[in-house]
């Protein structure tokens, strides 16, 4: 949860209509050069630190290798979820994707995403 918002909507009607930028421009912004790329790269520089900053102080391995992998889990997630046609599939995306992104040595609670 990054400011009281769940980064990945909970399963149920209305699941994928809340907007997470990465996910909805992701396929956009690779056509275009400059300012749109660089603030798209500080969005996702922003999202692995705010991740990254669950992360526990005792967290072992590197960082911010861990916010990357665990971003793009939830980005990817999303992109699924959104396109299949079939409600029940979009469901178990979404909470496939919330273990993955969850599954790391435990370091951030399902409620955070």
Do not use: C, W, Y
């Not at 997470?20 to 400059?34: F, I, S």
């Not at 992109?79 to 435990?106: F, H, N, Q």
């Amino acid at each position: 949860m990054l400011n009281g918002t769940p980064l990945l909507p909970q399963s149920g009607p209305g699941r994928t209509r809340r907007r997470l930028a990465l996910a909805t421009l992701g396929g956009e912004v690779p056509r275009h050069d400059g300012p749109v790329r660089e603030t798209f790269t500080a969005a996702v520089r922003s999202m692995a630190a705010r991740i990254g900053s669950m992360l526990p102080v005792q967290h072992s391995g590197d960082r911010e290798a861990e916010a990357l992998g665990i971003t793009a889990t939830l980005v990817g997630t999303l992109v699924l979820a959104r396109a299949v046609a079939d409600p029940a599939l979009s469901d178990r995306i979404l909470e496939a994707g919330r273990a993955r992104a969850t599954a790391s040595d435990g370091e951030v609670k399902p409620q955070q995403i």
